[in-house]
C-alpha cells in the first residue's frame, strides 16, 4: 500500500501488523477442509497528512458481500437499537409521511422494518443477494446493488430525493470512499439528512479493540478524518453521538454543505479528546501494537493452562472479529473444542483459518463447559443475560477485549 485512499498521501505509518488471515467471514463448509485456503495481510497504516487509518484493498467488496453471513435480526439488542435510532431520526428530521428514507448497506431490513412500521416510504440499498432476499420477505423493499454516484442517481431519478439517508455500519467497508460518500450526496434530498455510524478509531485503540481489524473493514475512522471523507462527497458534519455499539461508535450526522451550517459544540468536544489522545500526530499510534501483543499472550496463557488442567472451554458466537482474533492468537480446536452461533446459516461450517466448528448454541447447556469464550465482546450486557444459564453448573464466561477477564455466573435461584 503505497498511497492514501482518501487524500493520496505518500506518508503512511504502521499501527499494527497482524500477519496474514483469510476474509472473517469466509466460513467454510465441511468439503471446504482439504481444499487450499487464501490468507491476506493485515497491516493497519495511518496516514499523516489526513490521519485516516487503512489497510490496503486487497479483497474486493463483491467477494466480500455476494453472499454474505451477517444477517443482524439474530442480534436482539442490534434490533432495538435500530428501533430507537428510528424514533430519534424521525424526530431529528421531522419525517411525516410523504417522507423518504434510503438505507445504504440494509442488511435483512432489521433497520427498515421499523420505518415501514411506521408507514413511512423506504429502500434498502444491499449487494448481498442472500440477506436482501431476507429483507424483501420481510416487507422491506430492497434493492440488490452497491452505491455508487451512478446507483445513488438512479435511485433518485426513481423514486425521488431521499429527506434522511442511514448508513450504519457500511462506512468503512468501502474502499472507494469518496465514491461512496458522493454517492450518499446523489441520493440525500438539498436540505436532507445523512447518518452514518462507524466505529470510533479512538475506542479502538484505548480498548484495545484490534479484533474489529479486518479484510472488509478498510478503513477506521476518528472524527477528524470522517470530515474529510464527508467533504470529499459535498457533504459536512453537523452533529455527532457517541455510541456504546461495537465496543464504541460514532454517529455522525451529516447534510449537504449548501446548507449543513456551523457543526455542535459535541463536535467541537469530539474532536478535542482525539486531538488531546495524540490521534493527530504519530504519539497516539505507538503503543497499540504493544498492547495488541499482551492481548494474544494473555489469552493463549489461559486457554493453554485450561488445556493442562483438563478443563473445556467453548466458544460463543462466531462474528467476523472473532476470526482476526483466533487467527492473531493460532487457536485451534485443542484449545477451542467448537463455537456455537444463534445464525443457522453458519450451522456444520468452520471458522476460517482456524477450523473450529460452529453448532447450535443448545450444545452448550449439553456439554456443560467449564468456561465460554464470548467473543462478540462487544454484545457483553446482552450475552451475559443470555448466557446466565452457564452458571447453573459453575461454568464461567471469559471475555477477551480490552483484557482477559473471567467471570462468575451466578447459578439461578430455584424457588419452592
Known sequence: MTQCRLCGSATLASVVDLGATPPCESFLAADQLDAPEP?????????????LAQIPPLITP?????????????????VEHARTFVADAVERAGLGPDAFVVEVASNDGYLLKHVVDRGIRC???????????????????????????????????????????????????????????????????????????????????????????????????????????????????????????????????????????????????????????????????TEFSARVAKVRRDLLKFLIKAAEQGKTVVGYGAPGKGNTLLNHCGIRPDLLAYTVDRNPYKHGRFTPGTRIPILPPERIAEDKPDYVLVLPWNLRAELTEQLSYVGDWGGRLVFPIPELSIVEVPAKEVSA
Open 39 to 51: 490468507a491476506f495481510p493485515l497491516h493497519l497504516r495511518v496516514c499523516t497528512d489526513c490521519w
Open 123 to 285: 429502500l434498502g440499498i444491499e449487494p448481498s443477494v442472500n440477506v436482501g432476499a431476507a429483507a424483501r420477505e420481510a416487507g422491506v423493499p430492497t434493492l440488490t446493488e452497491f452505491l455508487s454516484p451512478e446507483t445513488g442517481a438512479a435511485v433518485r431519478a426513481e423514486h425521488g430525493p431521499a429527506n434522511l439517508v442511514a448508513a450504519n455500519n457500511v462506512y468503512a467497508h468501502i474502499p472507494d470512499v469518496v465514491g461512496f460518500t458522493q454517492g450518499l450526496r446523489a441520493l440525500v434530498a438539498a436540505d436532507g439528512w445523512v447518518s452514518i455510524e462507524v466505529q470510533h478509531l479512538l475506542t479502538l485503540i484505548e480498548e484495545n479493540q484490534y479484533d474489529t481489524i479486518y479484510h472488509e473493514h478498510f478503513q477506521y475512522y476518528t472524527v477528524a478524518s470522517a470530515i474529510r471523507a464527508l467533504a470529499s462527497g459535498g457533504l459536512a458534519l453537523v452533529d455527532v453521538e457517541l455510541l456504546p455499539t461495537h465496543g464504541g461508535s460514532i454517529r455522525l450526522w451529516a447534510r449537504p454543505t449548501e446548507v449543513a451550517g456551523e457543526p455542535s459544540q459535541r463536535v467541537n468536544d469530539v474532536l478535542a479528546r482525539e486531538k488531546a489522545a495524540g490521534l493527530q500526530e504519530l504519539s497516539g499510534y
Open 62 to 78: 463483491e467477494e466480500t458481500f455476494k453472499e454474505y453471513a451477517y444477517f443482524s435480526s439474530f442480534s436482539t439488542s442490534w
